[in-house]
């Protein structure tokens, strides 16, 4: 299983974190649904997918807390028979980002990811630009842009 | 205080009176979270919990793999201390933190007949 990353100061963190946590799919992502990096996904419509399905659930989840009138939630987990999804949101000086994390309830656990995902959110923090120059995104540009951030995210 | 909660802290008072023990938990064994803690400071319980549930599970694998049943007490002696870890029928892992010195007192007490 491969790590890639669109930009790669994500790249060092995260395959520290898969190494650690025994994490199976990890997506790091802006609140948007833009992939920054990726590990362990083998296509592409996979990689659309679970992005705009976590930046979906995180973004109700948001709204369910303003509506609480709580802060955000830290972490959200969902446990299946096999597999546990995590989704967390972290700050970095590249804006909010969200990493989602499926693990195999035979390799790792809830504990192990909580574990080290806190260590994820330091080490991107700190590898992240410090100087943030939020790219807007046009329309016309918006298919060449994901098509270029798959095929880097797929070695192509 | 809820029933739960006030049974979990009397079980762990009996832990953590034992003289040098620094700290105890109760972690669930299957996904490493803390149930219940007495820890002093210093002791980083989320993570003593999350590492030790993963050890456990990959010492019963092992143990099953050796075909010696399951595991009754892990001890692991450390530098400075030790971790006691007893797994329970209940799906929990009871979890103690020692330091050094309670752990000698207690060797040189039982294995050679001497108290300090």
């Known amino acids: 299983m491969t790590t890639r990353a669109v930009e790669t100061w994500t790249l060092e963190p995260l395959v520290k974190f898969v190494k650690e946590a025994g994490a199976r799919l990890v997506l790091v992502m802006t609140s948007a649904g833009q992939v920054l990096a990726q590990h362990g996904f083998s296509r592409a419509v996979d990689v659309m997918s679970a992005a705009a399905l976590g930046a979906a659930i995180m973004a109700s989840t948001d709204e369910m807390a303003r509506q609480l009138r709580q802060p955000p939630f830290a972490a959200l987990n969902h446990q299946g028979e096999r597999h546990g999804i995590f989704l967390a949101g972290l700050a970095t000086g590249r804006g909010r980002l969200v990493a989602l994390v499926v693990y195999d309830l035979d390799v790792s656990s809830l504990g192990l990811v909580q574990l080290f995902f806190e260590q994820l959110a330091t080490d991107l923090q700190a590898a992240s630009p410090k100087e943030s120059v939020p790219k807007q995104v046009l329309a016309a540009d918006f298919e060449r842009q994901l098509s270029d951030s798959l095929n880097t995210l797929f070695g192509r | ?116």
Not at chain 2, 39 to 52: D, T
Not at chain 2, 72 to 86: K, P
Request: hydrophobic fraction near 50%; include cysteine.
């Open chain 2, 1 to 116: 205080m809820t029933a739960p909660a006030a049974a979990y802290g009397k079980a762990l008072d009996l832990i953590t009176r034992v003289r040098s023990v620094r700290g105890a938990m109760l972690v669930s064994a299957e996904d490493g979270i803390v149930v219940a803690e007495q820890l002093m400071e210093g002791i980083k319980g989320p993570a003593v919990s999350a590492l030790a549930a993963s050890l456990a599970a990959r010492l019963r694998r092992a143990m099953e793999a050796a075909g010696v049943g399951a595991s009754l007490f892990w001890h692991l002696q450390a530098e400075q201390g030790a971790l006691l870890v007893v797994p329970t029928s209940g799906g929990t892992l009871v979890v103690a933190v020692a330091s050094r010195t309670s752990m000698w007192d207690w060797c040189a007490s039982s294995c050679c007949g001497r108290r300090r």
